[in-house]
């Protein structure tokens, strides 16, 4: 059970080593002085949140493949040559398919009232052909049945495509944060990974009821957003199945669709619910959607401080930096992106000396199926399908992810690694007094890291406090920069650039767990451009 409690900030992260008999057992002088540095530089000189200020109210949102991802990733690389980071870089991978922009979007209720509509359009789905008033019709086809239902009656309609849906439960009022009894939790295993993915035999219905709407030339879909208080949560308008997400040929994929929009779930149900009462609802949409195709390919954005003893020995520290269009993707995942920029401009800033190559690397296609990730890995690395390896696999000691929002750091998922264990649990001593204690076994699900473990690299995703995360920012149209905490962020920052210098410099590499089988499932589906 989640139980409410605030954190101390990173001010406190030195004390609570200054204190702490265990921490100054297994932290030597030279990293308790460096991480007295690495404090310092976080809370005296941050530029933490005027990045995440600049990657959300200027550049959000950063859809893959649209202007503003381009926009940010530009602003990104000039900081990282200001910052005199090494090597900062485009790497390029493709075909992606076509960039999406939402230009124009006009929602409203025209009679038996009049009032604003809040909704927006799914990503890569098409517009309306300019304004568009019609009544709405309730046509929620959810067998084949109900094809011969509807048939006849959808013509230049706004279909409202599901039934009246029960109101979500509101999200606490309250943000949460883990307490000693759920961190202990996490010590079991078995979370499953979280998947909004059809079966087989859902994909193949859904394609047919969607070429259904096409053929009945439905004006709109809508559908009620999950949420509730003015949250809605919005993604993309494709059809895909379990395997597709780690499958190829996403973009352009092969199904067309129609266009679609997700409305705030009360005004669904009041459109719902009047039409149930046999009364005759008028909306008006005008949808300008655009997709790009100049330039197909996507890219990653890479910086790093070189090792001084051995450059081909690296530690990387990631984020995804693409998001979803109905906000400016702060907590996810400016915020994460913020965090492991500032942990290496840190580091940058302070000198301190690293044996190893510290590298960062910012994601794009994360969204659509971790495909910057899984590109990197594949070129760098090693081929998941087959496990044939690359010379760079053997020079990866640790790869740690950051993309849960902007709570508090309280440990790492192992992914299964307990080899790392003891090593990890030294380097987090330090920070017992901030709460992060937890190392779980477990593999956490839905980030870039299960692209790097695919391969059978030591990779770890960090334990945050959930707040709000789920239940009311990602992915949804709330997922603004008020939402981030400042202190919270540099906390996870002074973190983050700790465990980075800490295995930079380590005797020995991380320890590896076992190699994974080979998985054509993982095999990565678009090509490094040079």
Same mark, same amino acid.
């Given at each position: 059970? *989640?139980?409410?409690?605030?954190?101390?900030?990173?001010?406190?992260?030195?004390?609570?080593?200054?204190?702490? =008999? &265990?921490?100054?057992?297994?932290?030597? +002088?030279?990293?308790?002085?460096? %991480?007295?540095?690495?404090?310092?530089? #976080?809370?005296?000189?941050?530029?933490?949140?005027?990045?995440?200020?600049?990657?959300?109210?200027?550049?959000?949102?950063?859809?893959?493949?649209?202007?503003?991802?381009?926009?940010?990733?530009? &602003?990104? %690389?000039?900081?990282?040559?200001?910052?005199?980071?090494?090597?900062?870089?485009?790497?390029?991978?493709?075909?992606?398919?076509?960039?999406?922009?939402?230009?124009?979007?006009?929602? @409203?209720?025209?009679?038996?009232?009049?009032?604003?509509?809040? #909704?927006?359009?799914?990503?890569?789905?098409?517009?309306?052909?300019?304004?568009?008033?019609?009544? !709405?019709?309730?046509?929620?086809?959810?067998?084949?049945?109900? &094809?011969?239902?509807?048939?006849?009656? *959808?013509?230049?309609?706004?279909?409202?495509?599901?039934?009246?849906? =029960?109101?979500?439960?509101?999200?606490?009022?309250?943000?949460?944060? /883990?307490?000693?009894?759920?961190?202990?939790? @996490?010590?079991?295993?078995?979370?499953?990974?979280?998947?909004?993915?059809?079966?087989?035999? +859902?994909?193949?219905?859904? $394609?047919?009821?969607?070429?259904?709407?096409?053929?009945?030339?439905?004006?709109? *879909?809508?559908?009620?957003? $999950?949420?509730?208080?003015?949250?809605?949560?919005?993604?993309?308008?494709?059809? $895909?199945?379990? !395997?597709? &997400?780690?499958?190829?040929?996403?973009?352009?994929?092969?199904?067309?669709?129609?266009?679609?929009?997700?409305?705030?779930?009360?005004?669904?149900?009041?459109? #719902?619910?009047?039409?149930?009462?046999?009364?005759?609802?008028? *909306?008006?949409?005008?949808?300008?959607?655009?997709? %790009?195709?100049?330039?197909?390919?996507?890219?990653?954005?890479?910086?790093?401080?070189?090792?001084?003893?051995?450059?081909?020995?690296?530690?990387?520290?990631?984020?995804?930096?693409?998001?979803?269009?109905? !906000?400016?993707?702060a907590t996810d995942n400016a915020a994460g992106c913020a965090v492991v920029l500032e942990a290496l401009r840190i580091l940058s800033a302070t000198g301190l000396k690293m044996r190893r190559t510290v590298r960062l690397v910012l994601w794009a296609g994360s969204?659509?199926?971790?495909?910057?990730?899984?590109?990197?890995?594949?070129?760098?690395?090693?081929?998941?399908?087959?496990?044939?390896?690359?010379p760079e696999h053997a020079g990866v000691s640790a790869y740690f992810n950051v993309d849960g929002g902007t709570g508090a750091i309280r440990g790492l998922y192992l992914e299964g690694n307990e080899a790392a264990r003891p090593v990890l649990a030294r380097w987090?001593?330090?920070?017992?007094?901030?709460?992060?204690?937890?190392?779980?076994?477990?593999?956490?699900?839905?980030?870039?890291? @299960?692209?790097?473990?695919?391969?059978?690299?030591?990779?770890?995703?960090?334990?945050?406090?959930?707040?709000? /995360?789920?239940?009311?920012?990602?992915?949804?149209?709330?997922?603004?920069?008020?939402?981030?905490? !400042?202190?919270?962020?540099?906390?996870?920052?002074?973190?983050?650039?700790?465990?980075?210098?800490?295995?930079?410099?380590?005797?020995?590499?991380?320890?590896?767990?076992?190699?994974?089988?080979?998985?054509?499932?993982? #095999?990565?589906?678009?090509?490094?451009? $040079?």
């Amino acid at each position: 059970m *989640l139980a409410h409690r605030w954190y101390p900030i990173a001010a406190c992260i030195i004390a609570a080593v200054a204190v702490s =008999p &265990f921490a100054q057992t297994v932290t030597d +002088e030279a990293d308790l002085k460096a %991480l007295g540095l690495i404090k310092q530089e #976080a809370t005296e000189r941050s530029q933490l949140m005027e990045t995440a200020g600049y990657l959300t109210d200027v550049y959000g949102p950063r859809l893959t493949g649209s202007p503003q991802l381009k926009a940010a990733a530009d &602003f990104i %690389l000039q900081r990282l040559i200001a910052w005199k980071l090494q090597n900062a870089r485009y790497e390029r991978f493709g075909p992606f398919g076509p960039g999406w922009t939402n230009d124009r979007f006009v929602a @409203l209720a025209l009679a038996p009232d009049a009032y604003g509509l809040l #909704a927006y359009p799914k990503a890569w789905t098409p517009g309306t052909p300019g304004d568009v008033i019609a009544d !709405a019709v309730l046509a929620p086809v959810e067998t084949e049945r109900d &094809f011969d239902r509807y048939r006849g009656k *959808l013509r230049g309609k706004f279909v409202l495509t599901m039934p009246i849906q =029960p109101a979500p439960a509101a999200p606490s009022a309250n943000r949460l944060t /883990y307490s000693p009894e759920d961190l202990q939790g @996490l010590a079991t295993t078995g979370t499953p990974a979280r998947s909004g993915a059809l079966t087989s035999q +859902e994909l193949e219905f859904a $394609r047919k009821r969607m070429q259904f709407y096409i053929e009945e030339n439905a004006a709109v *879909l809508v559908e009620p957003g $999950r949420g509730s208080g003015g949250t809605v949560f919005v993604t993309d308008g494709r059809l $895909r199945d379990e !395997a597709a &997400f780690l499958g190829a040929g996403f973009y352009p994929w092969p199904d067309e669709v129609a266009p679609q929009v997700v409305i705030a779930h009360e005004q669904y149900n009041r459109i #719902a619910r009047t039409l149930g009462r046999g009364i005759q609802v008028t *909306l008006e949409m005008n949808i300008v959607n655009n997709y %790009l195709t100049s330039d197909p390919d996507s890219f990653n954005l890479v910086a790093e401080i070189p090792g001084i003893e051995d450059r081909s020995q690296v530690v990387i520290i990631g984020a995804h930096l693409d998001s979803w269009h109905a !906000a400016t993707g702060a907590t996810d995942n400016a915020a994460g992106c913020a965090v492991v920029l500032e942990a290496l401009r840190i580091l940058s800033a302070t000198g301190l000396k690293m044996r190893r190559t510290v590298r960062l690397v910012l994601w794009a296609g994360s969204e659509q199926g971790l495909l910057g990730s899984r590109a990197y890995v594949a070129t760098h690395f090693a081929d998941a399908a087959t496990m044939t390896f690359k010379p760079e696999h053997a020079g990866v000691s640790a790869y740690f992810n950051v993309d849960g929002g902007t709570g508090a750091i309280r440990g790492l998922y192992l992914e299964g690694n307990e080899a790392a264990r003891p090593v990890l649990a030294r380097w987090i001593a330090p920070f017992a007094g901030v709460g992060m204690t937890a190392l779980s076994p477990r593999t956490a699900p839905g980030s870039d890291h @299960l692209s790097f473990d695919a391969v059978g690299l030591p990779s770890f995703h960090f334990i945050q406090d959930p707040l709000d /995360y789920e239940a009311s920012t990602r992915h949804s149209n709330m997922d603004v920069y008020d939402r981030l905490q !400042a202190s919270t962020l540099v906390q996870n920052a002074v973190i983050v650039a700790s465990l980075a210098y800490r295995a930079a410099n380590a005797n020995e590499m991380m320890p590896r767990k076992p190699l994974p089988p080979p998985n054509p499932a993982w #095999a990565a589906p678009l090509s490094p451009r $040079r």
